[in-house]
């Protein structure tokens, strides 16, 4: 299990290193979903299963579609669509890949020592003593959905458009 | 069959956050700005999910979700900005886009004779 965890901190700390010199968005998009992968591999080794599932989900899938559009919004780049751009993200998601198959066929995977905290328990912590926060959430998403729909009608109108 | 060492964990997360300081400080894209604070971001999540698994607790995984929904509202807000300023600007370059630069002096000028500002 600790080769799994040192293989998934290496490749996450290796694509991380990749995004933050990339010159292209793109290609820095492409190795942060990697790391991100990776970092919800640590997750799920660390007996955290939901949120491993909701990193992927809504940061790998969700905000990085977000920076996708800003980035195609804004105009690629002409070698942005190059099949060499994809040897870099795919060798270190290869090894992510390995683990997997690691896992699975060395038949380890439920004997890990770290203490599980299920999705239930999750659930009624965050919906007893953290409802309060709950709440204070859904004011922030409300506060983002408002001022990112303001800006993007100040868009509109700098683009010369009509609002709406 | 060990568990991961707390320690591990931690020192992950502190080399994920550093690696996005240093991505803040060094680049001057403000795209790879925002993507460098999402790195920071989700390794403050990662040390919250490495706390909670070292003491049994959900507390680190509710923290992890709040952290997540935030960072969500804040790249929304954040692409928002940056494509105005784009559109204004056709640049990116953290340094061109100064409060005293030529350009925003302009801009601020013709925004105020269209009554706009």
């Known amino acids: ?164 | 069959m060990a568990s991961v060492p707390f320690e591990y964990g931690l020192a992950v997360a502190a080399a994920l956050f550093l690696l996005g300081l240093v991505g803040v400080l060094v680049r001057r894209n403000l795209l790879f700005i925002l993507l460098c604070v999402e790195i920071m971001l989700n390794a403050a999540g990662l040390a919250f999910i490495v706390a909670g698994s070292r003491w049994g607790q959900a507390d680190g995984q509710v923290m992890f979700i709040f952290l997540l929904s935030m960072a969500a509202a804040e790249v929304a807000v954040g692409l928002a900005l940056i494509l105005l300023l784009y559109s204004r600007h056709k640049d990116l370059d953290s340094d061109a886009l100064g409060v005293g630069s030529v350009q925003d002096e302009d801009e601020r000028q013709r925004l105020a004779r269209r009554g706009d500002a």
């Open chain 1, 1 to 164: 299990m600790n080769l799994v965890y040192a293989a998934s901190a290496c490749v996450a700390i290796a694509a991380t290193v990749m995004v933050i010199t990339r010159r292209n968005a793109v290609h820095a998009l492409l190795y942060l979903v990697v790391s991100l992968l990776a970092v919800a591999v640590i997750m799920l080794l660390l007996g955290a299963a939901f949120v491993a599932a909701l990193e992927i989900i809504i940061y790998a899938g969700a905000i990085m579609v977000l920076f996708v559009f800003v980035i195609m919004l804004i105009g690629p780049r002409n070698d942005t669509v190059n099949p060499r751009t994809w040897v870099g993200p795919v060798i270190l998601g290869l090894v992510l890949l390995a683990e997997l198959v690691y896992v699975i066929t060395s038949g380890k995977a439920t004997s890990v020592a770290v203490k599980e905290v299920t999705p239930r328990q999750v659930g009624i912590a965050l919906l007893g003593p953290y409802l309060i926060g709950v709440e204070v959430t859904a004011f922030l998403l409300l506060a983002g959905l408002v001022g990112a729909f303001h800006l993007g009608r100040r868009l509109a109108v700098s683009l010369g458009r009509k609002g709406d």
